[in-house]
């Protein structure tokens, strides 16, 4: 059995939770076994139902400011216990170092096979928002890369978020493994579903449909999108904007004051993921200027749309995006930021030929992916056993 470990896992939606769901259900799609281990969310009953492989849970709490995120309390879960004891596994992959890392690392050692662990997020970045003590910072950091050392082999979604790893402290190998993206839909069906979404959220004809994607929290740089818009409003735009976080009702304050209220249109979270495409398909550029992402499963998921992404030269995520081949970047100015989204507005054919681009490279399908990791498992248990002595 191939074990997923992840702190986040649906209903929560954010990039790490939909790509550990994505390699428990394409797994299970290709014939192997494999279980979800993550902590118990509110609603998550639908979840178990529907899933076609095992999920599971275990108690929880929810982490103060930080909703709808929630810490791990396993050894307080007796059924889960008792289950756990009986996973026998043939490879453990955990998701995120934390709870559910420390479970896949008792794991791995009890049942003497590997453990995978791929590097998500900046987590320096979470760490010093919650805690304002370098020190305690400083710790923390050494501790998740502790946890990656233990590792048998340390993976991250994109190249450039080596160096975020290394300036971190760790020194070991590390192996690319892309993300992949359910969002594939044919160019007919994709023209069918903009017009229906755009007529929905009623954009006009002549305005330029802008589209966030993500957790609403400042780290987002979502500030800067805000601040950036508030220098163009005279412009014919509206900006959708999907997710939710801490730092909403501090969103909507700065909205008013920037007085982009009949520019701005919060639609909270959506679960449904076809309507999630569509609203992906509806837009002509997608704003994402953020400096906290390693490899944003958003903007895949826009590009496979035929979107494109504005997105910061600076910026870990933006390594996928040849300028203005497959996405558009900027310097981490607001005003060029600004100037960059009115002169797009003004070619829309320039934003069409880049977002078509976009689908066929940066777009890449989470079967395909699938079929990648499952050889690297292979690899991996063969040099685990050599390593061994198995």
């Known amino acids: 059995m191939i074990g997923i470990f992840n702190d986040n896992f649906a209903p929560i939606l954010d990039g790490v939770a939909l790509t550990a769901q994505n390699y428990a259900y394409w797994l299970h799609e290709k014939g192997h076994d494999v279980s979800v281990i993550t902590p118990y969310a509110p609603h998550s009953e639908h979840v178990i139902e529907e899933a076609s492989y095992p999920i599971y849970r275990f108690a929880s709490i929810p982490i103060p400011f930080r909703a709808p995120y929630r810490y791990g309390l396993p050894y ?19 998701h995120c170092p934390f709870v559910t890392g420390d479970l896949a690392y008792q794991a791995a050692q009890k049942q003497q096979i590997p453990l995978v662990a791929t590097f998500h997020s900046k987590y320096r ?9 370098k020190p305690i910072v400083d710790w923390m950091v050494r501790h998740i890369i502790r946890f990656f050392e233990k590792a048998d082999e340390v993976w991250i979604p994109q190249a450039a ?8 402290g760790y020194k070991g190998h590390v192996e690319v493994v892309e993300n992949g993206n ?11 579903m903009r017009k229906e979404m755009r007529e929905e ?7 330029t449909m802008l589209l966030f994607v993500g957790q609403h929290i400042w780290e987002k740089n979502i500030g800067f999108i805000l601040d950036a818009l508030a220098l163009i409003k005279e412009q014919p735009f509206q900006l959708f904007m999907v997710g939710t976080g801490y730092a909403v009702r501090d969103i909507k304050h700065k909205i008013g004051e920037l007085g982009l209220q009949n520019k701005v249109t919060l639609l909270g979270n959506i679960h449904d993921r076809n309507r999630l495409k569509k609203i992906d398909a509806a837009a002509d550029l997608f704003l994402f200027p953020s400096l906290y992402d390693n490899a944003p499963l958003v903007v895949r998921e826009a590009a496979a749309m035929h979107t494109p992404a ?3 030269q600076e910026s870990t995520a933006a390594e996928v995006i040849q300028p203005d081949v497959n996405g558009f970047l900027t310097p981490n100015d607001l005003q060029q930021y600004a100037d960059r989204i009115v002169y797009l507005m003004h070619h829309p054919e320039m934003m069409a030929k880049v977002g078509h681009k976009a ?4 777009s890449r399908s989470w079967e395909n992916v699938m079929e990648e990791v499952i050889l690297r498992y292979r690899d ?3 040099s685990y056993k050599l390593k061994h002595g198995k």
């Not at 307080?76 to 955990?94: D, G, N, T, Y």
């Not at 359910?182 to 069918?192: E, L, V």
Request: glycine content about 2%; aromatic content about 10%.
């Open 76 to 94: 307080l879960s007796p059924s889960f216990l008792r289950q756990w004891k009986k996973m026998e596994f043939e490879i453990v992959h955990a």
């Open 125 to 133: 970045q979470d760490f010093e928002h919650n805690v304002h003590c």
């Open 161 to 168: 978020v080596e160096p975020t790893l290394r300036e971190y």
């Open 182 to 192: 359910d969002f594939y839909t044919p160019k007919p069906i994709i023209d069918a």
């Open 201 to 207: 959220l009623g954009v006009l004809p002549e305005e």
């Open 310 to 312: 504005l997105m910061l």
């Open 359 to 362: 689908s066929t490279t940066i």
């Open 380 to 382: 991996i248990q063969q």
